[in-house]
Each structure stands twice: as structure tokens, then as C-alpha cells.
T-cell receptor, first 111, second 112 residues
Framework: GDSVTQMEGPVTLSEEAFLTINCTYT??????LFWYVQYPGEGLQLLLK?????DKGSNKGFEATYRKETTSFHLEKGSVQVSDSAVYFC??????????FGKGTTLSVSS | KAGVTQTPRYLIKTRGQQVTLSCSPI?????VSWYQQTPGQGLQFLFE???????NKGNFPGRFSGRQFSNSRSEMNVSTLELGDSALYLCASSLRGNVEAFFGQGTRLTVV
């Protein structure tokens, strides 16, 4: 079945460092790919998405490119802030099916 | 416009009791999905309702059930609560089926 694998955390960075969180997937067909973020005590917020190969999703300085050849959707940000500290989830779905999530990666940014 | 609203935010129940959680989706959204989040299992899909019909179901026992009303509001019910049901329950709404889902803040259920 479909699945998502994320790098395990926690990831600890200093402010203004470069961030990469790896995500790979296994799925039949052409799923849509997502990154969600969860702040402490909150639900999930959609951070960015990509619906077809080579699409780049971007939002708030975060970017991820849908790579069909490597089945990957790595999240990157050039300069992280303390306010980016949260748990990040990579997810996929095909239309009319449930979201399948990775285990989540905790990011901690210190000033 | 208003986001997804889940009530209550926190609940404490005793083993063996039952509980009902509520979710009001974004106006115009007809699909409501429920997920369970625990530290050990992560985010797991419970079920999805679309236009008052259950369209998809995850791998949970029959103690977990749900329904959707004509105004798209949804409820989920857990009967005969077990300690392992302690979790954050998240509701997500979308226009027609999870292509872009928006989540509520969740209901934190603690079973003692």
C-alpha cells in the first residue's frame, strides 16, 4: 500500500540555518503530496502542496519539489526562525482517498 | 471565512464510558474526515463522510463510529472507551475529498 517515510528527528538548528527535512513516498499512480505543520497544542496546518511531477510548492519561505524519479518531496527553507519550531508532516493522497502521513519530524530552532 | 471548528477541545472520560466529538467544517465543504493522533501510532485515518454518507473507512474497531448531518457537520462516537483511546482526534474538511484538507485544532481525549 501507499506509504510515506520521513527522516527521524528531532532536528535542532540555530536561527538562520538552512533546513532540509527528507520525505520519500511509495504510491501507485500519481498522488498529490503535502507538507503539514503542527505547532504545540494545535491541529495541522497545510504548509504547501504539489499535485504533479516537477511541481514546486512554496509558502512562508518553505519549498518542496515533487520528484517522481526519486519518489521524494523534501522540505527546504533557506533561513529558519525560532517561530518555525514545530512538528512537520509529509503526506500524500490520491483523489477521494485518505491522507497518509509520515511519522513527523520535530524541528527545534534556537536563537 | 471561519475555519474548521471542533468541540470540545478537551475531554476526560472513564474507561467503559462513551464519548461524542463534534466537527463543523468550513462553509461549503462537503467532505469531513477524522484522524486519530497518538505518539506511538502517529496520524491514523478513521473515516470520511461526504454528503451524509461514509465514503472511506480506516482500520479501527466498530466502537468508533461517525455520522454527518445535512449541514455537513459531523460527529464521531467512541463507545466502551479504553485507555488506548486516549489521543488527539482531528477533523479535516475539504470541498470534495481531501485534495486539499483543512484541519481543526482537535479534541484531546484522555481516558482514565
Amino acid at each position: 500500500g501507499d506509504s510515506v517515510t520521513q527522516m527521524e528527528g528531532p532536528v535542532t538548528l540555530s536561527e538562520e540555518a538552512f533546513l532540509t527535512i527528507n520525505c520519500t513516498y511509495t504510491a501507485t499512480g500519481y498522488p498529490s503530496l503535502f507538507w503539514y505543520v503542527q505547532y504545540p497544542g494545535e491541529g495541522l496546518q497545510l504548509l504547501l502542496k504539489a499535485t504533479k511531477a516537477d511541481d514546486k510548492g512554496s509558502n512562508k519561505g518553505f519549498e518542496a519539489t515533487y520528484r517522481k524519479e526519486t519518489t521524494s518531496f523534501h522540505l527546504e527553507k533557506g533561513s529558519v526562525q525560532v517561530s518555525d519550531s514545530a512538528v512537520y508532516f509529509c503526506a500524500l493522497n490520491r483523489e477521494l482517498t485518505a491522507l497518509i502521513f509520515g511519522k513527523g519530524t520535530t524541528l527545534s530552532v534556537s536563537s | 471565512k471561519a475555519g474548521v471548528t471542533q468541540t470540545p477541545r478537551y475531554l476526560i472520560k472513564t474507561r467503559g464510558q462513551q464519548v461524542t466529538l463534534s466537527c463543523s467544517p468550513i462553509s461549503g465543504h462537503r467532505s469531513v474526515s477524522w484522524y486519530q493522533q497518538t505518539p506511538g501510532q502517529g496520524l491514523q485515518f478513521l473515516f470520511e463522510y461526504f454528503s451524509e454518507t461514509q465514503r472511506n473507512k480506516g482500520n479501527f474497531p466498530g466502537r468508533f463510529s461517525g455520522r454527518q448531518f445535512s449541514n455537513s457537520r459531523s460527529e464521531m462516537n467512541v463507545s466502551t472507551l479504553e485507555l488506548g483511546d486516549s489521543a488527539l482526534y482531528l477533523c479535516a474538511s475539504s470541498l470534495r475529498g481531501n485534495v486539499e484538507a483543512f484541519f481543526g485544532q482537535g479534541t484531546r481525549l484522555t481516558v482514565v
